[in-house]
């Protein structure tokens, strides 16, 4: 395992990726693919190198090895429920193809989609399933894996995620794994282990982030997101300890990236974000080795 940022996360609190992965000891990133078909810079937050020609992929990738930088999956904000889906297929077919063709290993897909809450349980899987099956199919020749984050109402369900691992049948198809997400869910502490648990033979990239509840409300149901914003903190400071999840992800034979998302930086002045990151990274390279 190896230690990694969201592009995003480190932009937070560095004026760009390269600066930002320098003092933080990194040189992986998760980056956003954007729907322009293009992939971020590294030195400059403001530009991002278009991808959709081999020529220009390979400008990228020469970008990149110039600061021996290594993409370790991307972001995709998609929506499998989409008005146009033939287009957002196309667009996520597009994501896959330049992924394999830049040897990143996984897609992080969104589990998120319009209209969900209003769905029956049934259609969405469904819609889900015959969504990710048509990446598949598309793609035989860059069978880049796929990584659904536990992620919002629907992605936080285990019944969904089986629903739809079961459906689509592959083993491209596994977790984007966020080990606070459940949590925030409103699952109690022991039953966020035991689904990071369960979960994590599918693990194919990793959300790295974590919650500071008050003591009466870590062992016992939440309303889902209950007082994130408040109590969401520095990834070592937090009610999930790290160095069980960690070992799950070791035991199932994860050898990936654990990403850096550390949703508390809002909290701080510009300033103590760098310290909160250099803490972060310290702890989540030391959980790698």
Known sequence: MYASIRDDTVQSAYPDIITGLKALGLSAIEANFTRQVSLPSLTDKTVFFPVTTSAEIAEYKKHLDQYNVKISAFLLANNLNADDLEDE?????????????????????????????????????????????????????????????????????????????????????????????????????????????EFAPLAKHTHIKNINYPEDKRNVAREMGWEYGKYVCPIPDGDVDHTIVVGYLRDAGYDRDLCIEDESLGKFPLEERKNVLIRDAEYIKGLAK
């Open 89 to 197: 297929l196309a667009w996520c077919t597009k994501a896959l193809r330049v992924a394999h063709a830049l040897g990143v290993k996984a897609v992080r897909i969104d589990s998120a989609m319009k209209g969900q809450q209003e769905l029956p349980f049934d259609v969405r899987v469904e819609k889900f399933v015959k969504g990710i099956r048509a990446l598949i199919d598309a793609t035989p020749d860059a069978p880049v894996d796929m990584g659904i984050e536990n992620h919002g109402y629907q992605g936080n369900d285990p019944n969904f995620l089986h629903g739809v691992f079961d459906g689509v049948g592959s083993s491209r198809i596994g977790m984007t794994l966020d080990t606070g997400n459940f949590y925030w869910r409103g699952h109690a502490l022991e039953k966020t282990y035991s689904v990071i648990k």
